[in-house]
């Protein structure tokens, strides 16, 4: 896995998301061999250029098989599953031994080349050397799981919410980011209440630091993202414009906010049992559905 970089350019497997031949790599021109290459540190020390890519693109990689599991437990892979930072391959080989059909993605071509090397037998395993964040869009459902880049968490998950046929994500990531988009605070974030009708967000259990080579500064959790069988609102438009609104600070509350374009907002704040002097992050998403419902029917 690979916490502050991104893996580059995009899967050429079929198109509907099928993945090639086990151990396959895809590159890009752009993204040739790097040559190996060794500078000495200031403790008088040699860095290698592995040590190199580990501090550039922070890789921390998941060691811990009980970790392991419980993501394998939280994300209950079946069928096509795409995996961002695929890194040394712990978690791709731990999915597709779950019964996964799996493309990992890793920008590190040292990486790319030897977890390709590795799975260069096995059919259920596709290794990209490409950002996931630019692959393609598979044609069939698929899911999302990965031990995912700390810096890129964002892009990633926007991804994963613009993609028509993603039924769930799955996602190791830093434990504040996981706790604040799935309420853990007591409070929820725009991105979390601006897609909560086409997806339920979850905490999920805690991976101690100590769970990856090099150890990270701080712990991860599991995060949750599942698609619902059937969105909670029929307009996303009027949904999503009244949570920019809301969120938009305009007054200093909810209601300062809401008023400046509504009516009924009052009514509306009784009937969805928000305070009028309630601060956004409040708000449980569920409460915005009720706003909507009473400002938009």
Sequence with gaps: MTRAGRTEHACRGAPDGTPRQGGTVTRDPAFGDRPSTRT??????????????RRALSQNFLVDRQAIDLVIRAADPAGLVLEPGAGA????????GAGARVIGYEIDPRLARRLAARTRDDPRV?????????APVPGRPFAVVGNIPYSATSKIVNWCL???????????TQREYARKRAGGFGRWSRVT???????HWRLGPTVNRRSFRPVPSVDSAILRIERRPEPLVRGRRTYQELVELGFSGLG???RASLRTRHRGVDAALAAAGVRRDAVVGHVHPDQWIALWQRLHW
């Excluded at 000495?40 to 890519?53: H, L």
């Excluded at 391959?89 to 597709?96: E, F, K, N, R, V």
């Excluded at 596709?126 to 630019?134: A, K, N, Q, R």
């Design 40 to 53: 000495t540190s200031r403790a008088g020390g040699v860095r290698t250029n592995a040590d190199r890519a």
């Design 89 to 96: 391959g712990a978690l791709t080989l731990a999915l597709a």
């Design 126 to 134: 596709e290794v990209v050397h490409g950002d996931f964040t630019t």
């Design 162 to 172: 613009g993609a028509p046929s993603l039924t769930s994500a799955t996602l190791l």
């Design 193 to 199: 209440v601006r897609s909560w009708p086409w997806f």
């Design 252 to 254: 200093g509350s909810v």
